[in-house]
């Protein structure tokens, strides 16, 4: 689609991404004439030394006329960076235009300008980087609002804290601001799908029900979150390694306090919220003083129905590196692996799959959502995508993070073939979902759609143009 007849380039078009920044100097991510395709960049990690004249007061936005002085001057103190790479990476994949390699490595939408968040350090007492998230996410929409451009919005950010059922802050108000301008927001489904940090379990009648937990060792804490719904209770029972044991019941919401094997157990018992019936029972393990790990080996949790009228349960451990790869449930369920906030509704949610083999890649987090909502969307390729790498050149990277720029960029050109180019105005948000569903690519070894791994197929926008 990127050549005749249709020659889309996303022309047009603003490509948001909100990650771990951008390289300005890489050659993809400018014009011919050397000029930046940047239209701001927002670093929420530097500190704030000036009005920004943005009602966020934290980190500094950079303009285009900041970001042209510094690649005239070939400024390299321009504080601004992206060392992990990460969102340079996913930019290049989305748009970059392939300068640095005449061509040859050009993203999807190649013509399009670029709105770009780094984002920052979580407040102190905040869920991981979710205002800075949020932030980010708002300033986009409103900024691609007060241009009058269409946004397509990446998200390839994610973890696995909350019920998963598209009911939390979070969730919600990404279906909110996806309803905001002409936007699409797609967002990655995670690399939990294999990591063994998901757990689940149906109690019935009387009949009590065990998790084991393996607890690898040198792990500095742990937390595990168990959702339910609360009109059930349960009556839970803890057992170290050693065979030492605590029984908790739901008497009454709030914190307890308990050690077993020279480790710190802190229990809280939650109460629903306005916004959802789920109940989270969390548990942090942390070492006692003068220890620097907590106890390893297999600690189980046993589960006693008391009053049972669903009985459905969750257990999620914590995502990505923060906790040991040898620290998972020893009979886990890839199922409901997606991260949050990919379990919200209105996004399209981006599974990955190797499009070197056609298969589906195990590692991409699992639908469907808490509430048993399709999800994942649709898959794209995530293995070994090469892309813009800091310095000019270009690397290869795997992962859902990589899957979803495919797709955002993809979204860019729908929008401009529809609203740019006038035929039709409307071609934004969901109507841009739905038309990639509809022209999504089958795999050989799914047999039934939606398929929890990759959703109703694979990318294909040459057939989901309508």
Request: aromatic share 10%; with cysteine; proline share 7%.
């Amino acid at each position: 689609v990127q050549n005749p007849p249709l020659s889309l380039t996303g022309k047009g078009i603003i490509v948001g991404i909100v990650d771990s920044g951008i390289d300005i100097f890489h050659p993809d991510f400018r014009n011919e004439d050397g000029t930046t395709r940047i239209l701001e960049l927002w670093d929420q990690t530097i500190p704030n030394e000036e009005d920004n004249n943005f009602f966020y007061n934290r980190g500094k936005i950079f303009g285009r006329e900041e970001i042209n002085q510094a690649l005239i001057d070939n400024d390299r103190s321009f504080p601004s960076r992206d060392p992990s790479g990460h969102g340079t990476h996913v930019a290049g994949i989305a748009a970059g235009n392939g300068r640095a390699s005449r061509g040859e490595q050009k993203g999807v939408a190649p013509e399009s300008e670029l709105l770009i968040v780094k984002l920052g350090n979580t407040f102190p007492e905040g869920f991981p980087r979710t205002t800075e998230l949020m932030l980010g996410m708002d300033y986009c929409v409103r900024k691609a609002a007060d241009l009058n451009m269409p946004l397509a919005l990446n998200i390839s950010f994610g973890n696995s804290y909350g019920s998963h059922d598209g009911s939390s802050l979070l969730e919600t108000f990404i279906d909110n601001l996806s309803n905001l301008g002409r936007t699409t927001i797609a967002i990655g489904s995670g690399n939990e799908g294999n990591k063994g940090r998901h757990a689940a379990g149906q109690l019935m009648d009387e009949t009590p029900m065990q998790i084991e937990l393996a607890v690898s060792p040198n792990e500095t804490s742990l937390n595990v979150q168990l959702w339910k719904n609360y009109v059930d209770t349960f009556q839970f029972r803890l057992v170290a390694p050693s065979g030492a044991s605590v029984i908790l019941t739901e008497q009454s919401i709030g914190a307890y306090r308990d050690v077993l094997d020279r480790t710190q157990l802190l229990w809280y018992f939650g109460e629903p919220a306005p916004y959802s019936v789920s109940q989270e029972i969390y548990l942090e393990m942390i070492p006692l003083p003068g220890n620097s790990y907590i106890q390893s080996g297999i600690w189980k949790l046993e589960f006693t129905p008391v009053d049972i009228v669903d009985g459905r349960f969750d257990l999620w451990l914590p995502s990505g590196n923060a906790v040991n790869p040898s620290t998972n449930f020893l009979v886990p369920s890839p199922d409901v692996t997606l991260t949050i906030p990919s379990t919200a509704s209105n996004p399209i949610t981006v599974a990955a799959y190797n499009s070197n083999t056609d298969s589906f890649a195990s590692f991409s987090g699992q639908g469907f959502t808490g509430l048993s909502l399709p999800k994942p969307d649709i898959a794209a390729p995530g293995v070994d995508i090469t892309s813009t790498a800091p310095g000019g050149g270009y690397t290869q990277n795997t992962g859902t993070s990589m899957a979803t720029p495919f797709v955002t960029g993809s979204a860019a050109l729908l929008m401009e073939y529809g609203i740019i180019q006038g035929r039709d105005p409307y071609l934004y948000g969901q109507k841009v979902k739905a038309y990639l569903q509809k022209g999504a690519r089958h795999l050989p070894a799914v047999q039934k759609y939606p398929s929890p791994q990759i959703g109703w197929g694979v990318l294909c926008l040459k057939d989901s143009i309508p």
